[in-house]
Nanobody, 115 residues
Framework: QVQLVESGGGLVQAGGSLRLSCAPSENIFSLNAMGWYRQAPGKQREMVAQ???????NYADSVKGRFTISRDNAKNTVYLQMNSLKPEDTAVYYCYALKKWEPYWGQGTQVTVSS
């Protein structure tokens, strides 16, 4: 069982920035991939960004050019830098990890972008 500890999030004005962090209970390189999904009220959960063990990244079209996923191997932590935030980015953001392609989820963190 992989445990994920999330931090970051909060309230920010449109155009602002936030950074989310996610630290797994296991070494990052023992996982297939990590990333974030988000879920806004009344909407389905959607993938935001992912980074694989090999370092390949993937983004939702809605966040390309604004969000960047990265990892710090020494800190065993993955980050989601969110710039140029829009009100439509408001959601609960869930960190996830894939181990042997089975998903594990963090507790979620609220991101609210005011207009």
């Amino acid at each position: 069982q992989v445990q994920l500890v999330e931090s970051g999030g909060g309230l920010v004005q449109a155009g602002g920035s936030l950074r989310l962090s996610c630290a797994p209970s296991e070494n990052i390189f023992s996982l297939n991939a990590m990333g974030w999904y988000r879920q806004a009220p009344g909407k389905q959960r959607e993938m935001v960004a992912q980074i694989t063990t090999g370092g390949s990244t993937n983004y939702a079209d809605s966040v390309k050019g604004r969000f960047t996923i990265s990892r710090d191997n020494a800190k065993n932590t993955v980050y989601l830098q969110m710039n140029s935030l829009k009100p439509e980015d408001t959601a609960v953001y869930y960190c996830y990890a894939l181990k042997k392609w089975e998903p594990y989820w963090g507790q979620g963190t609220q991101v609210t972008v005011s207009s």
